[in-house]
């Protein structure tokens, strides 16, 4: 656990130091390969590991049993066979375009509320993120080995709704109708809330790893006392290798402690993988099948080995930040100007300082990095919030993973986006995807962060193009 505190937030920055956004472990690149670098600052004895990682990371696994036993285990019940398919060339995913459309880097969590004080004792355990579906688990996987039925079967339509602007400048945002089809195991239980996240750019995550829990906590202001109408809070997760409760990091909401921990929970949710820190697969009772399937466990029960665990958490750990490009240009400043002035550095804290690490975490020590992220949870208002089955908005006070609510999320870094559909075109941003650029995104921003997009609606053309230049800067 980082505790010592370093924080930065209010220190400004020259315009050399601001470029490099990850500091020392910062990469100059803009091609399509962008975040699959390694640190810039990396010992070239280290790089061979990285490039071990890498290999776990972009290659898809097998069903067992298999010739390839190192990589072999897959499902039964899975959403995907590889990391790299979820986060394209390393960045964001995008959800699905339509109905037809995959949903290869889209995943669904599932949580309900506790339905009587039995439920509620164990939704209050601290090693406990929510209450799954009895049926279904705490996440649903669409796809399945031979033998065993998926889940169910994910569709999206869109319905267009215009957002004016003040001097009459219009922009049509995509407000997503989910669905899912063929539940293949019965109907799922009543009161069951759908959390949908497209997989996040897995840049820069050993820095955010790195910032001390002192700067984070200190951002915090749960009780908005300052009555500016933010009020952020950290998620307390498990931390399930020091068997404690402590400050979440990394998900969407939050929800996992370390980088380690965040890449065996993807490779046990999302392809169905255990590891030393997850030992079971997510069959159900009611999913006789899954629970009679082959799988590619050693004697103990493990289908990935600590040592290839640790390589890809490795990899994810030093996937470099790319430099920031335009810097120096009047437009983009301006941009970084009107950023401020709307208040959305409130909660995309520009910047921290690492705390001091040890030769295992040498290349993420005590460097100045610039994130524009709190780290911690905002509620985000009902449009954005978490849906029940019928598709309404769930209830802004359910709790739906440890501490986090449906409409809380953790604010996303904002370094490298204006590089997200440079590595993958397809690239769309949000929780679940449904903004197609950036202006999308800030206008569908409510909840906490309703003052500020109001005050970009009253921009003008030159202020919402240098907004958007400024964006693409980083």
């Keep these: 656990m980082i505790t010592a505190s370093s924080c930065a937030a209010a220190v400004e920055y020259d315009l050399a130091t601001q470029k490099q956004s990850g500091g020392d472990t910062t990469v100059p690149a803009t091609h399509a390969g962008a975040f699959s670098l390694n640190s810039a600052n990396m010992s070239s004895r280290r790089k061979g590991d990285f490039l071990i990682g890498n290999d776990f990371f972009e290659d898809p696994w097998v069903i067992a ?33 339509n109905a037809a459309d995959d949903a290869d ?3 669904i969590r599932l949580s309900r509320p506790a339905r009587n004080a039995e439920e509620q004792a164990l939704l209050d355990k601290p090693d406990v993120a929510n209450l799954g579906d009895p049926v279904y688990g705490g996440q649903l996987q669409d796809r399945a080995i031979p033998g065993v039925s998926p889940e169910a079967h994910i569709e999206v339509s869109y319905n267009e709704e215009t957002v004016s602007f003040a001097d009459g400048f219009k922009v049509s ?8 089809r063929n539940w293949a195991y019965g109907d799922p239980a009543d009161d069951l809330t759908l959390s949908l996240r497209v997989a996040p750019p897995v840049i820069g995550l050993g820095l955010l790893e790195a910032i001390p829990q002192a700067d984070i906590e200190a951002l915090a202001d749960p009780q908005d006392s300052n009555h500016d ?7 307390q997760v498990w931390d399930v290798e020091q068997k404690a409760q402590t400050l979440g990091r990394f998900g969407w909401k939050a929800g996992q ?11 046990n949710g999302d392809m169905g993988l255990t590891s030393s820190l997850f030992t079971t697969d997510h069959c159900t009772d009611a999913q006789s099948a899954c629970k009679k399937a082959p799988n590619g466990a050693d004697e103990n029960g493990i289908e990935i080995r600590d040592d290839i665990l640790d390589f890809v958490a490795f990899y994810g750990r030093n996937l470099a930040v790319p430099a920031r490009r335009n810097i120096e240009d009047s437009v983009v400043q301006t941009g970084h100007r009107l950023f401020r002035e709307a208040g959305c550095n409130a909660c995309h804290n520009e910047s921290f300082v690492t705390a001091k690490l040890g030769k295992d975490h040498i290349e993420q020590s005590e460097q100045t990095i610039f994130p524009y992220t709190d780290m911690l949870l905002h509620d985000m208002g009902p449009d954005l919030a978490d849906l029940k089955l019928n ?8 709790v739906v993973e440890h501490d986090a609510t449906a409409t809380e999320w953790r604010t996303p870094p904002l370094w490298g986006i204006g590089l997200s559909q440079v590595v993958n075109p397809q690239a769309t941003y949000l929780h679940d995807g449904r903004a ?24 003008k053309a030159d202020d919402r193009d240098a907004l958007v230049k400024f964006l693409e800067s980083l």
């Design 65 to 97: 049993p298999a010739t390839t036993d190192l990589r072999d285990g897959l499902g039964p019940l899975f959403n995907v066979s590889a990391c790299q398919s979820c986060h394209f060339n390393d960045g964001r995913g995008h959800a699905p375009a």
């Design 436 to 459: 197609r650029s950036l202006l999308e995104a800030v206008l569908w921003h409510g909840g906490e962060a309703q003052q500020s997009r109001d005050k970009v609606l009253a921009f």
């Design 257 to 267: 402690p370390t980088v380690k921990q965040q890449t065996a929970g993807a490779f």
């Design 229 to 235: 109408g933010v009020s952020g809070r950290t998620n």
């Design 391 to 398: 598709g309404s908005p769930a209830p802004a006070d359910e």
């Design 173 to 180: 945002l995509r407000r997503p109708q989910w669905r899912l």
């Design 105 to 107: 880097s889209l995943l």
